[in-house]
Nanobody, 125 residues
Framework: QVRLTESGGGLVQAGGSLRLSCAASGRTFSSFAMGWFRQAPGKEREFVGAISRSGGVTNFAGSAKGRFTISRDNAKNTVHLQMDSLKPEDTAVYYC??????????????????WGQGTQVTVTS
């Protein structure tokens, strides 16, 4: 069992930055890849980015490339999503997720078996 808890969401103006964190507990954090997803009202959950077990490889959706970065600290069981140059269309609930079955860091939500409760990000114009 893995428990994930996101933090760091909030209200920010367009062009601003936010840093989301996800704290994990319950299993060896370094043994699974981590992903970030988001869901806006009336829309399906979409992939934002992910990071491999070691942190050596990241993968991003096109909408996030060049603006978002993901890092992890395996010693502290945390993963971070740094979001810069935020746009109103980034407004959503952001979720972290763990892929414990393999070192999967792709966009399919089906490959992630544990999810956090989400944190709201609102970007105003």
């Amino acid at each position: 069992q893995v428990r994930l808890t996101e933090s760091g969401g909030g209200l920010v103006q367009a062009g601003g930055s936010l840093r989301l964190s996800c704290a994990a507990s319950g299993r060896t954090f370094s043994s699974f890849a981590m992903g970030w997803f988001r869901q806006a009202p009336g829309k399906e959950r979409e992939f934002v980015g992910a990071i491999s077990r070691s942190g050596g490889v990241t993968n991003f959706a096109g909408s996030a490339k060049g603006r978002f970065t993901i890092s992890r600290d395996n010693a502290k069981n945390t993963v971070h999503l740094q979001m810069d140059s935020l746009k109103p269309e980034d407004t959503a609930v952001y979720y972290c997720a763990a892929a414990t079955g393999s070192n999967y860091y792709g966009p399919s939500p089906r490959e992630y078996d544990y999810w956090g409760q989400g944190t709201q990000v609102t970007v105003t114009s």
